[in-house]
């Protein structure tokens, strides 16, 4: 599958780019997809909630009423997680969310993600180009010239633009990420993924 390469007004350079077939058209796998998806969102759970069970709850621990003859069921302490202001029963305790998943099963999803993008003809291959300062209205005059201004795009750099991810930080719809953090979520939350001309020949000699 041949690109034409763009340059930041939108106009064609005159330069094709091949995408590699073992990138870009692999036969994907939805369960490898729904696994590194998984594990990347739970990843993001912080895990710190916490509520008080009745051996934590501040109160008196006297038998409050007797045990026979109320009429109601016993009760030896006011923490009981039935009365109110008591504890909580099987509350929340701080736990971490993550889990292990095998690097060639995270590298199939994101293998698969890029091959679902190549499909549905969602790539689009940029010159390099920096910004003189960062600038938000500048990147997106950039987005302007490129029509995806209105659509959620995610932008892979080769390596690590201040300018750039500075002038893109405030925009809702747009996200601007090294090529070593790329992964499977943003490729698949992203309506187009442009690549940085330099980031896409590094990415196809890694792979």
């Not at 934590?56 to 016993?74: H, M």
């Not at 896409?200 to 000699?205: D, N, R």
Request: charged fraction near 30%; include cysteine; aromatic fraction near 6%.
């Amino acid at each position: 599958m041949e690109l034409a390469v763009l340059n930041t007004a939108g106009k064609d350079t005159g330069k094709k780019v091949t995408l590699d077939e073992k990138i870009f058209g692999v036969e994907p796998n939805d369960h490898a997809i729904y696994l590194d998806v998984k594990q990347y969102l739970a990843n993001q759970r912080q895990g710190t909630h916490k509520s008080k069970e009745r051996g934590e709850v501040a109160g008196s621990t006297r038998k409050i009423k007797r045990q026979k003859g109320t009429g109601t069921a016993r009760a030896g302490s006011v923490k009981s997680p039935v009365f109110r202001g008591g504890g909580r029963a099987f509350g929340p305790r701080p736990r971490n969310y993550g889990f292990k998943l095998n690097k060639k099963v995270k590298q199939l999803a994101r293998l698969s993600a890029l091959s679902y993008k190549a499909k549905e003809q969602a790539i689009m291959i940029v010159e390099d180009f920096s910004l003189e300062a960062p600038k938000t209205k500048d990147f997106i005059n950039v987005l302007n010239n490129l029509n995806i201004s209105d659509k959620k795009s995610l932008m892979v750099l080769n390596d690590q633009n201040k300018n750039l991810y500075l002038s893109s930080r405030n925009l809702k719809t747009s996200k601007v990420v090294k090529l070593s953090e790329l992964n499977t979520y943003d490729i698949l939350n992203c309506a187009n993924l442009v690549f940085i001309e330099s980031s896409l020949e590094s990415l196809q000699k890694q792979d």
